[in-house]
């Protein structure tokens, strides 16, 4: 079903700004390099997710005959979630107004954190090699899934994806000090995270995954995409004390389709 996915990870707001003083354009040759990374480092975790394990023996610590149930959660919903993610960061207008330098690091950067913690998830995968609870009983033509239990993907990427989004929203929505601010801050934080752990507790009951699976899934993706966050936040507060933050954008919107490979840049004048 994976296979099937023609997903598209992210249509964001890239902006280009001008220098206030100098007048000069933010170089754009980095921001494709760092694209081409992410880009490089999503198609290397699809790789490591469609190849068997790296060890010789699979482990098989827990019982392994539990039987096989479809995804609750599809992959297919996880994507169009981290799509509405990115766009909604990349176009609500957030305390430095719209489409600003915030608008798209942080667009830029949940989708930086979504890959890398796909790509950390399915290395750890394929090192500890653990059968799933339904390893039995899982069905030949996905056999080489059957036993990349340890930690959970579905899990990871949900984390990954209240991690940041709710980073986001507690450092540019809305201000402390006013209590309707602070009460929906709240409100996107439980909100978040007890649909992320809906997704680890579909990822149990649908005999996919032991609960330490879940748990070490969370970690990952909750670590990745705090550490890609702070850096996103870092590149802003140096433009700001450096006095580069633009007083004009230029909208460009990048479309990333890894399915098949392909990316076009139109910018809108």
């Known amino acids: 079903m994976f296979n099937k996915l023609i997903l598209t990870i992210a249509t964001i707001c890239f902006c280009t700004f001008t ?12 921001e494709l390099g760092e694209w081409g990374l992410t ?26 005959d539990r039987s096989f149930h479809e995804n609750t959660i599809s ?56 059968k799933r609870p339904s390893f039995d009983n899982y069905p030949e033509s996905d056999r080489v899934d059957a036993d990349k239990s340890f ?22 929505i809305g201000h402390w000090d006013r209590n309707v601010d602070k009460a929906g801050k709240l409100l996107y934080l439980t909100g978040s995270h007890v649909l992320a752990a809906y997704v ?14 879940v748990i070490a899934g969370g970690l990952v993706g909750s670590t990745v995409s705090a550490l ?13 004390s450096s006095g580069n933050v633009s007083k004009k954008t230029l909208p460009v919107l990048l479309s990333f389709n890894p399915f098949p490979a392909s990316m076009s840049l139109t910018i809108l004048f």
């Open 75 to 130: 992959s297919s919903k996880l994507y169009a979630a981290a799509g509405v993610a990115a766009l909604g960061i990349g176009f609500i207008p957030n305390n430095n107004g719209w489409l600003k330098e915030s608008n798209y690091r942080h667009s830029k950067g949940i989708v930086e954190s979504l890959s890398a913690t796909y790509l950390v998830t399915n290395v750890m995968k394929n090192i500890a090699g653990r």
């Open 200 to 213: 680890g507790y579909t990822r149990v009951i649908d005999n996919r995954h032991f609960v330490s699976d």
């Open 151 to 172: 930690p959970s993907g579905h899990t990871s990427i949900s984390f990954g994806l209240a991690t940041y989004s709710t980073l986001y929203v507690f450092d540019h």
């Open 39 to 64: 880009a490089a480092v999503f198609y290397t975790a699809r790789k490591i997710d469609k190849i068997p394990i790296w060890t010789s023996l699979s482990s098989s610590k827990g019982t392994t």
């Open 228 to 240: 890609v966050y702070h850096y996103q936040n870092n590149c802003i507060s140096r433009s700001e």
């Open 19 to 30: 220098n206030a003083n100098a007048g000069e354009s933010l170089k754009l040759a980095p």
